[in-house]
C-alpha cells in the first residue's frame, strides 16, 4: 500500500461549476460540445472529485449580458434576428436553445469568480468563449462569458480590477477588444505597443512580446501567432508564439509574461482561460504542447495566484483533440492541478 496523499481524497477545497446545459446544441461540429459532460464525468469516475463539489449555475441575466454586449447585438440575439453573415461569423449555427446554452455559460463563470473570491479558486467547467465581441461573435462564441463575469463582479463591487490569463492557442481578441474600448483619456499610457522584450532565458526559438496597457482589466494572451484570427487587437501582453512551441519554451514565455503582468498591475480576480488546445494533437492548433506540459501550465498560473493571494476563477475554452478524450483528459487535469495546488 502506498501513502494517500492529502490531495486525492476527500472533496476539493474549491468548487466546480457544471451544468448539463452547458451542451452546445451544434449538430456535428469540430467543437466537442460533449466534452463538458465527459468532463465532468471522468472527474467524478476518477474520484477526482464528487457530485457535492460541483454547484449548478443560474444563467445571467440581460442585464448581466448588457454589461459588455451591445443592447442591437442582444435584441438580435433574444428575437432570432442575426444577418446570414453575422450567423456565418460566429461559425456555430443559431438557435434559440444556443442562446440559453450561452446565457448560462455567462451564469457559470460569474458564479466561479463569485466563488474563487471565498475559496481562493474555483472552475466552470464551460466558458471561455473568449472570441465574443461587444457587437457581434466569432469563432464559435456568442457571449463573453469571462468579460460579462468581471463586469458583473465590478458593479458588485466585489472587484475592481481583474487580470485575464487566456493560454487558448487562438488569441482573445474579443478579451483585447472588450476591455481596450473601456480605456479613457486620463488612464491612457504612453504607448509601448509592439516593444520586444528580452526573450527569457533558455529560449531558443523566437516568439515575440507586445504589452500596451491601460483601464482596470488587463488582458494577457499566449498563443500562436500564425493562427486564427488574422487581426489581433493589442491585449495588454500578448505573446505570439511561433509554430510548433514545445512545453519548455511555453512555460518560459508563460512564466515571464504573468511576472511582467503582475510587475505592472495587481488584479482583484485572475481569469485563466485554460484552453486545452495549444495540444500537439489539436486539429486547429499548431503548438507541440504534451498533455504533461499542459498540467504544469495549470500548475503555473496556480501557483502564482495562491502565492500572491489572488483569487483564479477558471474557465476551459477551446479543444479539438483529433481524439475527444485527449481534450477531457487535459480539462481533468486542469482540476486536478487546482487540487494539487490548492490542497496544500
Ligand atoms: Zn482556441
Known sequence: MRPVLNAECGMLPF??????????????????????????????????????????????????????????????????????????????????????????????????????????????????????????????????????????????????????????????????????????????????????????????RGGKMRQAHAGDVFTISLHQHNNYPLWKPPSSIDVDLPDGVGDDDYLAWLDNALSSGLRQFEPDLICYVAGADPYKEDQLGGLNLTIDGLKKRDALVFRVARTRGIPVMVTLAGGYAMDMEDTVTIHSNTVVAAKEVFAR
Not at 464525468?41 to 449548478?56: K, P, Q, V
Not at 450561452?102 to 479558486?121: E, H, K, P
Request: aromatic share 8%; with cysteine.
Open 15 to 204: 468548487k466546480l461549476v457544471y451544468s448539463d446545459a452547458y451542451y452546445l446544441p451544434i449538430g456535428e461540429h469540430v467543437f466537442p460540445a460533449e466534452k463538458y459532460r465527459r468532463t465532468r464525468d471522468r472527474l467524478i469516475a476518477n474520484g477526482i472529485a464528487e457530485a457535492s463539489d460541483f454547484l449548478e449555475p443560474e444563467p445571467a441575466s440581460d442585464q448581466d449580458i448588457l454589461l459588455v454586449h451591445k443592447p442591437e447585438y442582444v435584441q438580435k440575439l433574444t428575437t432570432g434576428t442575426l444577418s446570414p453573415r453575422e450567423e456565418m461569423e460566429m461559425e456555430v449555427p443559431y438557435s434559440r436553445d444556443l442562446v440559453d446554452a450561452f446565457w448560462l455559460a455567462a451564469g457559470g463563470s460569474i458564479l466561479a469568480a463569485r466563488q474563487s473570491l471565498n475559496d481562493g479558486v474555483s472552475i466552470s467547467i464551460g466558458g471561455g468563449f473568449h472570441h465574443a465581441f461587444p457587437d457581434h461573435g466569432e469563432g464559435f462564441c456568442m457571449i463573453h462569458d469571462v468579460a460579462v463575469a468581471i463586469r458583473r463582479l465590478q458593479r458588485d463591487d466585489k472587484i475592481h480590477t481583474a487580470m485575464t490569463v487566456d493560454c487558448d492557442v487562438h488569441q482573445g481578441n474579443g478579451t483585447a477588444a472588450i476591455f481596450a474600448g473601456t480605456r479613457t483619456a486620463s488612464s491612457l499610457l504612453p504607448s509601448v505597443a509592439h516593444s520586444t522584450l528580452e526573450r527569457p532565458s533558455g529560449m531558443t
